[in-house]
């Protein structure tokens, strides 16, 4: 609730990536080959298909642009907010950083 968040306390800023756990992320993906979306796909987890279709094309078609945006960044501050404190770090990191790059697309396809 927001009554209860304290600046500085948990889920704070203090608790985000630093700028080179991002750059470690990001090197990661970027050698992983292929393109962004593509490196995000996580072929090799099939639960991600299950029914044949990935949940986020679903999400992506079925809800207006600006709304999309908004559930993407919502899982950024989810995923990055919980990194550490939930499974391992970096997974989360690496999640926050799918719906980082999907609503980067969705802002790029409105130019």
């Known amino acids: 609730m927001a009554a209860d968040y304290e600046l500085g ?3 704070s800023c203090a608790d985000w990536p630093s700028i080179e756990e ?3 992320i990001q090197d990661a993906m970027n050698n992983a080959g292929g393109s962004a979306l593509e490196r995000a ?3 090799n987890r099939p639960h991600y298909k299950v029914g044949g279709i990935e ?3 679903v999400i ?6 600006e709304a999309y945006y908004g559930f993407c960044m919502g899982n950024v501050m989810k995923y990055t907010q919980r990194a550490g404190h939930k499974g391992e770090r970096l997974d989360d990191l690496k999640k926050a950083l ?5 609503a980067i697309e ?5 130019e």
Do not use: N, T, V
């Open 9 to 11: 306390g948990p889920g």
């Open 22 to 24: 991002w750059e470690q």
């Open 41 to 43: 796909r996580r072929p």
């Open 55 to 57: 949940s986020i094309d």
């Open 60 to 65: 992506r078609a079925k809800l207006p642009p």
């Open 98 to 102: 799918d719906y980082l790059r999907w």
């Open 106 to 110: 969705c802002e790029e396809q409105k």
